[in-house]
């Protein structure tokens, strides 16, 4: 059982081999590319937020450019827009950082608009509610000089940086600090600055996507006045773990399949090999004329560590058996009619034996069978009525038939018994029946051994027949 299951065990366990190689290069492969991209989404991330992080902190809206502020006060108090843009226009609204600039009363109202070129525009266009997060956290600091509270922000459904500061006159002493006017810088991300961002990212596209509205590609939040986030700057990167491995990919597929066809190579000459080890050892333990175990093959099925625990149980019995007449067959009609009746007693004892039993020719004329059993003595008994049946039946042979009646002898086990004792019973007890002639099994008795073992002695010298075991 040993050799037939090794091929089959061998081969199983290279192409398992192969298999698992071939995983773990393709696993280590996607695993590496998949890290790549994490790495360089993870590299694009931090510098956009690097950039926007920035931009936002630098963006200050200051007032020292602002001329006579207890004038501007006083202006923007009285809502006197000639005056205001006369006198301080100049040194307030032209600023090269900003697209717009906006002016508010204390409370919060549009007073007066500012491009960047300090050209007064239509307050219409913004609307005060997108900037109250501004204003509601510069009215939590205390208003002096260059106060400026700044974030991302929305004008207009265009997302920029916001800077709010409070507008301060000299006097501020002898003024109610909740009446102070307010300016606001903005800076819009137009399409220059994302494309500068994206540029940066190496990116290949961008876009801004409202904040409730996940993308599937690498995003920076936009973080408005109040700190959360009012949208998202999306970019797309280039994966390049992904491109890597498309072009490596034919390479390893390639090597992947090296491997597995030498697995599967060495693994079908394994199999060859221990399939030819194991016709060796069949050769080895089987009588080449019969086909039946030799005395070799019934080594190694006592051997077996099941069959040495029933033996040593005394869950066995041996039946031995020789063929009366025999010697006579092969002297008058030839060894080759001999060989004809050991093939066809072997084919008798096979049917009349059970599947778990064992035939076993020791040689010449002569055969054992062992029959395991709980009830030895019981199946020993049925097994050889059927023996004795089937070999005292007439053999076929070309032009005549021929009766070979056996001398049978049973010897069963009892425990703790020397598998050689019970041998040499069974052994006593054929000879014993071959000496009365008796057509029925001569049981070994241990109240009548020391008749059966005088038998046993005196057997007489015999053929052992044309084949050698």
Same mark, same amino acid.
Request: net charge negative.
């Given at each position: ?55 936002? *902190? ?33 040194? *307030? ?99 220059? *600055? ?66 597995? *066809? ?208």
């Amino acid at each position: 059982m040993m050799a037939g299951n090794t091929p089959k065990h061998i081969f199983g366990y290279l192409f398992l081999l192969g298999i698992v190689a071939v995983g773990m290069i393709l696993g280590s492969v996607f695993w590496l590319t998949g890290r790549i991209d994490q790495l360089e989404k993870e590299s694009s991330e931090s510098i956009v937020e690097l950039l926007v992080t920035e931009k936002v *902190a630098h963006v200050k809206a200051s007032t020292s450019d602002y001329s006579y502020w207890d004038l501007a006060y006083e202006l923007v108090k009285a809502e006197d827009a000639a005056g205001l843009y006369d006198n301080i226009g100049a040194g *307030a609204t032209e600023s090269d950082l900003f697209d717009h600039i906006i002016v508010l009363s204390a409370d919060g109202q549009v007073l007066h608009v500012y491009d960047g070129t300090g050209a007064m525009t239509s307050a219409e266009q913004f609307d005060v509610e997108s900037v109250q997060p501004f204003l509601s956290r510069l009215r939590e600091t205390r208003p002096k000089d260059y106060v400026t509270v700044s974030g991302i922000g929305q004008i207009k459904g265009i997302y920029g940086a916001i800077a709010a500061s409070w507008i301060t006159p000299d006097y501020l002493a002898r003024v109610d600090a909740a009446s102070l006017p307010i300016m606001l810088g903005v800076k819009l991300f137009g399409d220059e *600055a994302l494309h500068t961002i994206a540029k940066m990212t190496q990116g290949t596209g961008y876009a801004i996507t409202p904040a409730d509205n996940p993308p599937n590609e690498p995003s920076v939040d936009l973080v408005g006045p109040d700190g959360t986030p009012v949208a998202q700057l999306v970019w797309t990167h280039k994966h390049v773990g992904t491109m890597l491995r498309m072009e490596i990919m034919p390479g390893i597929l390639l090597v992947c399949f090296g491997i597995f *066809a030498i697995c599967v190579f060495a693994a079908r000459y394994f199999h060859q090999q221990s399939k030819a080890l194991a016709r060796a050892m069949t050769v080895a333990s089987t009588d080449k004329l019969t086909g039946l175990l030799n005395r070799s093959g019934l080594d190694e099925v006592l051997r077996k560590p099941d069959a040495k625990a029933r033996i040593d149980a005394g869950e066995v019995a041996v039946l031995y058996l020789d063929l009366n007449d025999f010697k006579k067959l092969n002297d008058e009609h030839g060894h080759r009619e001999g060989d004809h009746a050991l093939k066809a007693t072997a084919e008798r004892l096979k049917a009349s034996v059970r599947p778990h039993d064992y035939v076993v020719r020791l040689g010449g004329d002569e055969f054992i069978c062992v029959v395991f059993d709980q009830n030895p003595a019981a199946a020993a008994k049925s097994v050889s009525d059927r023996v004795l049946i089937s070999c005292n039946a007439p053999i076929a042979f070309v032009g005549f038939e021929c009766i070979l009646a056996p001398a049978l002898g049973v010897a069963v086990a009892e425990p703790g018994i020397a598998w050689e004792t019970l041998l040499g019973r069974a052994d006593a007890a054929m000879y014993s029946a071959k000496r009365k002639q008796l057509r029925i099994a001569e049981f070994y008795v241990p109240e009548n051994a020391g008749g059966l073992e005088d038998a046993a002695v005196s057997k007489p010298a015999k053929s052992k027949g044309t084949a050698a075991a």
